[in-house]
C-alpha cells in the first residue's frame, strides 16, 4: 500500500542534457520543502519546443537523466511522459499523477525562466491546482 501524505517535488524539463544546475535545484527543493523524494520527469512532446536542432533522442534524454540521479537516492526518474505521440501538457501529467498516488503532495519545481512565460502554457490554473509551484 502507498504511503499517504507523501511530498514529492517534480522535476520536468526536456533534459536535453541534464546538467549540475537542474541537479541542485532539485537538491535544494528537497532540503528546503522536506520533500521525501524528487521525480525527475523528462517532458514526452512539449509544444513550446517542437524544432530543437540536435536535438537528443527521448532513450537518450531518459538515459541521461538515469546516470545523472543515480547516486542521489532520493531522486527518482519518472518516464510519465514518454510518449510516441501528441502533444504531453504539464496540467494532464499532474492530474494524472494525483490520481494515481491519492494522499501524495505534489511540488511542481521550475526556474525564474519558466515563471516568466508560465501564463502562456496550457491551462496554468490546473497545474496550480494540481501542485504547489516552487520556483528558483
Given at each position: ?53 540536435g ?13 545523472a ?55 496554468p ?12
Open positions: 500500500m502507498e504511503k499517504t501524505n507523501r511530498k514529492i517535488g517534480i522535476m520536468g524539463g526536456t533534459f536535453d542534457p541534464i546538467h549540475i544546475g537542474h541537479l541542485i535545484l532539485g537538491e535544494a527543493a528537497y532540503e528546503q520543502f522536506g520533500l521525501d523524494e524528487v521525480w525527475f520527469l523528462p517532458a514526452g512532446n512539449p509544444p513550446h519546443k517542437r524544432n530543437r536542432a536535438r537528443a533522442k527521448d532513450a537518450q534524454r531518459v538515459e541521461m537523466v538515469r546516470r540521479i543515480a547516486s542521489n537516492p532520493h531522486f527518482v526518474l519518472c518516464t510519465k511522459e514518454m510518449k510516441d505521440e501528441g502533444y504531453t501538457y504539464s496540467y494532464r501529467t499532474l492530474e494524472a499523477m494525483r490520481k494515481e498516488h491519492p494522499g501524495t503532495e505534489f511540488y511542481f519545481i521550475i526556474g525564474a525562466d519558466s515563471l516568466f512565460y508560465f501564463d502562456e502554457w496550457k491551462n490554473e490546473r497545474i496550480c491546482a494540481a501542485a504547489k509551484i516552487l520556483v528558483a
